[in-house]
């Protein structure tokens, strides 16, 4: 099945700079890629999703890029605020396991 | 979103009870599913269903069963066969796409507790 790891497991910013979280997956057949953010105690929820055939993918402040020769895929988010301050999960989905495999999350703060 | 209803929001467990947890969608979704949260940790799927009457174990269903007898109900059953039950549950349901990836949807959320 799929395995997806993801990194850092904490992160810390100063309000205005970005961040970068990274994840890895295993199954080459997987081709989309969600990212979720989930605020304490409340549901995750899809922030920008990439499919395989793309490279890159922007919504304002926050960006996706996938590598599928590495396997890899990064989130970005550009001029952080307080508000961005959560967990992020990646997942993987589409190969030998049709369902959303987690990794298994970011707790992002952004420090004013 | 807003269509995933979960209840209860919080549930305490004695040692030994089964316990069912509620989700009703309104989003004329074929696919369900039921992940598992414990701190610090990523969703783990226990059990997932693609249409009605029929359903899937995830990676760690010992312990938890599931009904699809409605498209739009899925409860989960927490048996005292799990051992260690206390986490937040999340339901949440896509549209039943075959060939590309699945926009999953989350309910609220259900806190489970033992005491």
């Known amino acids: 099945g799929e395995n997806v790891e993801q990194h850092p497991s904490t992160l810390s910013v100063q309000e205005g700079d970005s961040a970068v979280i990274k994840c890895t997956y295993s199954?080459?057949?997987?081709?989309?890629f969600p990212w979720y953010k989930q605020e304490l105690g409340k549901r995750p929820q899809l922030i920008i999703d990439?499919?395989?055939?793309?490279g890159e993918k922007k919504d304002q402040r926050i960006a996706v890029t996938l590598n599928k020769t590495a396997k890899h895929f990064s989130l970005h988010i550009t001029e952080t605020q307080p508000e961005d301050s959560a967990v992020y999960f990646c997942?993987?989905?589409?190969?030998?396991?049709?369902?959303?495999?987690f990794g298994s999350g970011t707790q992002l703060t952004v420090l004013p | 979103d807003g269509g995933i209803t979960q209840s209860p929001k919080y549930l305490f467990r004695k040692e030994g009870q089964n316990v069912t947890l509620s989700c009703e969608q309104n989003?004329?979704?074929?696919?369900m599913y039921w992940y598992r949260q414990d701190p610090g940790q990523g969703l783990r799927l226990i059990y997932y269903?693609?249409?009605?009457?029929?359903?899937q174990k995830g990676d760690i269903a010992e312990g938890y069963s599931v009904s699809r007898e409605k498209k739009e109900s899925f409860p989960l059953t927490v048996t005292s066969a799990q051992k260690n039950p206390t986490a937040f549950y999340l339901c949440?349901?896509?549209?039943?796409?075959?060939?590309?990836?699945?926009?999953?949807?989350f309910g609220e959320g259900s806190w489970l507790t033992v005491v």
């Open positions: 269903s693609q249409i009605v009457n029929d359903f």
């Open positions: 997942a993987a989905s589409g190969g030998s396991a049709r369902q959303l495999t």
């Open positions: 989003l004329n979704h074929d696919a």
């Open positions: 990439i499919r395989s055939n793309v």
């Open positions: 199954d080459s057949a997987s081709n989309y």
């Open positions: 949440a349901s896509s549209t039943r796409q075959a060939n590309s990836g699945n926009t999953i949807y």
